[in-house]
Structures are given as C-alpha cells and as structure tokens.
C-alpha cells in the first residue's frame, strides 16, 4: 500500500479543479462563498466539476457560516441531492451551543449518505473537548477522516496537539486519518510527516493571487513535490 501523503486541494470551480489535478492533488473539497468559510455549493458546480476531473471529490454540507448544523431538515435534503448528483463523498460537522457535537445532526445526515466516505471538518477545533468529540463520533459509519489545525487558531497555534494526536492513532476514535488543514504553510510539513501526519488540505495556499483568483498548478505541484519529499 502506498505511503503517498494526501493532498486536498479547495476547489470552487471547474477551473480550479483542473489546475489543482494538474499541480498533483489526490483530492478536492468542493464548496462555495469562502467568506462564510466554505459552504455547500450548488448541485451545477458539483457536476461540472465531476466532468472536469477524475480525483475524488467531497462535497461540503454547511449551510450557513458557523458551526450550528440550523436546519437540520435542509442539511438532509442537501445531501439528497448531491448523493442523487452523483457524489461519493462529503464533509460535514456541527456543535452545538454548548461546543459539544451536535450527534443528532450528524447522525441524521450522515444517515443519508449511503455509507459514503466523509471528513468531520473543523468544527472539531472549536470543540470543549477534542477527544469526548471523536469518542462519541466513533464508529460512524463512513466517518474515516478529521480536518484539524489542531486549535481555532491555526497550525501555528495547534501543532502541539496535532502532533500528540498523530501519536494516538489507532486508539479508539482516533483511527481516522488526520487531515491537517487551517493556516498550514510549507514549513510546517516535516514536523506533521515526520510524526506520522498523511493528510494535507490547502486553500488559500493553492491561490498565490487570493481567493479572487484561482488555483495555481505551480502552487499546488510545488506542495506536491514537498510532500512526496522534493525540494
């Protein structure tokens, strides 16, 4: 089995997918409106994408900025429509008022999903409890990935408990892999791989220009080759 580090490449459209393949991304998370930090697109942009390129693809299913799932009703129908589009994979994840998950909101979508393979995002950095989070998620089915900074703040701030949480892999709730994702640079990289880290997850780091301007090939081939252990 290959011991390839995942790259996940943030894509809002066509035109990113593209370039984000070409660069090397294993994979592409596909949302919409990043001011909102990335909501569940339109069911179009979804297939257009789906023609565009051959790599995996997780959907996002957030509605609203935050992480309260709101409409939990909506969040189902929502992903009704992406599994009847033809998505396989997603990304989801919700708290509730008091930071701890919302079980009932996850279970009710994640009910719908077929089994489909999907991350628990970020919400899990804005948890009271990191690991009471992956304890009660544990055996969900289809869960098989955490994107995490490790803190709200970003790697810089988080890399302490990603790096303890690497070492707890395999532990009950923590077999998933980790996805490190949230202000992540270049530099962090030999620390995360060096403790066992295999998921990568970029956005504005793919877009040299910003989010107003699309994914760069070069930016993405450059974190390609610095993880396949390139210079």
């Known amino acids: 089995m290959s011991s390839r580090a995942v790259l996940e490449v943030i894509a809002l459209d066509a035109e990113d997918a593209i370039a984000a393949q070409a660069g090397g991304a294993d994979r592409l998370e596909l949302v919409t409106d990043m001011a909102a930090d ?3 697109p339109p069911v179009g942009t979804f297939t257009a994408i789906r023609a565009a390129v051959d790599i995996p693809l997780r959907v996002m299913l957030r509605l609203a900025d935050g992480f309260a799932a709101g409409d939990t009703e909506r969040l189902v129908e929502a992903a009704r429509r992406m599994r009847g589009a033809g998505a396989e994979e997603f990304v989801l994840g919700f708290l509730d008022t008091h930071g701890g998950v919302d079980l009932y909101a996850v279970e009710r979508v994640v009910s719908v999903l ?3 393979a999907w991350t628990f995002h ?3 950095d804005r948890a ?4 009471a989070l992956r304890k009660q998620l544990d055996g969900l ?8 900074a490790g803190a709200a703040g970003g790697v810089d701030e988080g890399m302490s408990t990603l790096l303890v949480e690497a070492g707890r892999v395999g532990e009950p709730g923590y077999e998933p892999r980790i996805l490190v994702g949230g202000g992540l640079r ?3 990289v030999p620390a995360l791989l060096g403790a066992g880290v295999t998921g990568f997850h970029i956005g504005g780091a793919a877009r040299p220009t910003g989010w107003t ?3 760069s090939t070069a930016a993405v081939d450059e974190w390609r080759r610095v993880l396949d252990g390139g210079v």
């Not at 009271?128 to 690991?131: G, L, N, P, S």
């Not at 089915?141 to 995490?148: I, Q, S």
């Open 128 to 131: 009271a409890d990191r690991d």
């Open 38 to 40: 990335g909501l569940t």
């Open 213 to 215: 301007g699309p994914v």
């Open 141 to 148: 089915p289809g869960l098989d990935t955490y994107l995490t």
């Open 114 to 116: 077929d089994g489909c």
């Open 122 to 124: 970020r919400a899990i």
């Open 186 to 188: 270049l530099d962090h």
